[in-house]
């Protein structure tokens, strides 16, 4: 009886093994749009890259610390804008508030304090 039941057992978490790998599968790759080639000598502007930190990091200590990592960013990338995006007041509140309502709009901040 218990032979019966083990191999019963196994077909079914096989199958249902099988099931999810295959779920998990990846779709066919598909081919990438053509875009036309560049002419020769034909430039894009360059545009200077941003990164904007969104936080409550505004008094004593806090504003320090992100001041000081601003300044370590800038010396290490300085091809990208450091945009200081904190939000002062309320211990985070404000700044949760804020932060929700521009999550909620679709204008992320590319990181925030969480």
Known sequence: ????RFSWFAVALLVILSMVLTACGGAAPTAAPETPAEQPGEE???EKQQVEVF???TGGG???????MIKVFNEKYPDIEF???AVAGGAG???RAVLATRL???DAPDSWQG
């Open 1 to 4: 009886m218990f032979g019966k």
């Open 44 to 46: 894009m502007p360059a």
């Open 55 to 57: 936080s409550w990091w």
């Open 62 to 68: 806090e504003a320090a610390g992100l001041e000081a």
């Open 83 to 85: 945009i200081n995006a």
């Open 93 to 95: 509140t404000n700044a």
């Open 104 to 106: 909620q709009a679709g």
